[in-house]
């Protein structure tokens, strides 16, 4: 399907209960590599009848998860269109690059500097400790977590690091303790604002938990049969430890 129109308001998705969204006036409107149509109204323009504005975790129990993950990368265009409206170099206006070969980025017309869309890579991992159903995993939470809800560690990856090493440091930061065996799990477009998450689980190597107390309220092992409250499906986090918590109940029938 291509030619979608989607809106935003801010950091706010325009849902309706109409078929279509109504035509408005945007101050930003960018055609995505797919063919949709991403629009960005102004903060003060009036909400038409029938669209409510939601952020992108307010929408994500409201819609289809396909529909939900293009909304998120018009959002992460949006968001780098906005930011790269100047040179970074010398402050000049930037302008659309063309030409066949020019992608999505933009030029500086005085200094010829281009830029191109780009994510911010994390990571985030979940670790574990012990075999089969008996394993425990090292689950933390931060200060903005909602009350109760502990999750698998994550951090942004830093210029000239791999994923592994990025994976490492920030295990070593957070908890205090080193990992091996990292196996990849899966990535996830993560549009809070622009990121792309990439998941680990990884083996205990050694060290007990000390988590750092800038980033981190409280870490502990849990048993895989008495964990916390989770994070919400929508995240990678969640989509880790429901695989986790499956393959321990597969690891419990009689006989496996
Ligand atoms: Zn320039």
Request: glycine letters at 8%; hydrophobic letters at 45%; charged letters at 25%.
């Amino acid at each position: 399907m291509s030619g979608v129109r989607i809106i935003f308001q801010g950091d706010r998705l325009w849902l309706s209960s109409a078929p279509a969204l109504p035509e408005v006036e945007a101050e930003l409107r960018l055609r995505l590599p797919e063919g949709h149509l991403a629009l960005k109204v102004a903060e003060d323009h009036p909400l038409p009848e029938g669209v409510e504005a939601l952020s992108l975790r307010e929408a994500f129990p409201r819609m289809d998860p396909e529909d939900w993950a293009r909304a998120g990368r018009a959002y992460q265009w949006l968001e780098w269109a906005a930011a790269h409206r100047f040179c970074g170099t010398c402050a000049t206006a930037l302008e659309p690059c063309e030409g066949p070969e020019a992608g999505h980025g933009r030029r500086c017309p005085a200094c010829g500097r281009t830029v191109f869309p780009s994510n911010a890579m994390a990571i985030i991992v979940l670790i574990q400790r012990g075999e089969g159903p008996d394993r425990d995993l090292a689950l933390a939470r931060s200060p903005h977590f909602k009350p109760g809800v502990y999750s698998a560690i994550a951090g942004f990856t830093e210029p000239g690091e791999s994923l592994e090493q990025a994976v490492h440091r920030e295990v070593a930061e957070e908890l205090g303790i080193r990992v091996h065996r990292l196996r990849y799990f899966g990535s996830q477009p993560w549009p809070f604002p622009n990121g792309l998450m990439v998941a680990f689980v990884a083996d205990h190597l050694d060290g007990d938990l000390r988590p750092d107390p800038g980033e981190i309220e409280d870490a502990r092992w849990f048993r895989l049969d008495a964990l916390p409250q989770l994070p919400s499906a929508l995240s990678i986090a969640r989509w880790m430890l429901d695989a986790a918590v499956a393959e321990g109940a597969v690891g419990r029938l009689p006989g496996a």
